[in-house]
């Protein structure tokens, strides 16, 4: 069973579109972070949600954690051929801060 | 600065051969994790280190999987007599904070097994 279900799986647009992905779990999560990963690479942090209903926007991408800390979604804007990646989301429930449960990620392919 | 480095890249082993799989984190870092991330899935918790103490292995697949720290930075994860469902990339992560804080953990490149 899969604690975290990312949505779509597979998302190939064009340059300029705009995109949405989806973290969702039945289970509350003391805080979740979105990563993103390039073929051959670790895992790099883009941001860290801890607040139900917090909303935060990194230059063209904005997170939101829902209200229930169950879910969350990543928006971009204006996608460019650079955001080509792997975004997994992953969670941490209270008293194992450490301990990340990752979803199955989206690979997102931006063509010029 | 240097990142979390990881050697080889890449290992191809036979069935039944042991490898040992090396991590250097980021130096002064306290906490290192290990994950196993198979193809098309996302990474999947091992087990974790605080300094030279394994606080957790409870994600560790089986006995023939083993980790260690002595000196609370270098660590190395053994897998003994390698099963092709063993083959998966193995990211090692580094984090400046101990467990309870929760810090931000900066991942290697990963070392690609094949067990043929």
């Known amino acids: 069973t899969q604690l975290l279900e990312q949505s779509p799986q597979f998302l190939s647009i064009q340059e300029g579109e705009n995109l949405t992905v989806y973290c969702n779990s039945s289970?509350?999560?003391?805080?979740l972070q979105w990563y993103r990963q390039e073929p051959g690479e670790g895992p790099v942090l883009l941001v860290t949600v801890v607040t139900g209903g917090e909303v935060k926007k990194l230059k063209r991408l904005t997170f939101q954690f829902g209200d229930a800390r169950k879910d969350s979604s990543l928006h971009i804007t204006a996608a460019q051929p650079g955001d080509t990646g792997l975004y997994l989301c992953a969670g941490a429930r209270g008293g194992s801060n450490y301990k990340l449960t990752f979803g199955k990620g989206t690979l997102l392919t931006v063509n010029p | 600065g240097a990142g979390v480095s990881q050697s080889p890249r890449y290992k191809v082993a036979k069935r039944g051969q042991d490898v040992a799989l090396r991590c250097d984190p980021i130096s002064g870092h306290v906490s290192l994790f290990w994950y196993q991330q198979a193809l098309g899935q996302g990474p999947e918790f091992l087990t974790y280190f605080q300094n030279e103490a394994q606080l957790d292995k409870s994600g560790l697949p089986s006995d023939r999987f083993f980790a260690e720290r002595p000196e609370g930075s270098v660590s190395t994860l053994k897998i003994q007599r390698t099963q092709q469902e063993d083959s998966a990339v193995y990211l090692c992560a580094s984090s400046p904070t101990d467990s309870y804080l929760g810090g931000t953990q900066y991942f290697g490149p990963g070392t690609r097994l094949l067990v043929l």
């Open positions: 289970s509350v999560f003391s805080s």
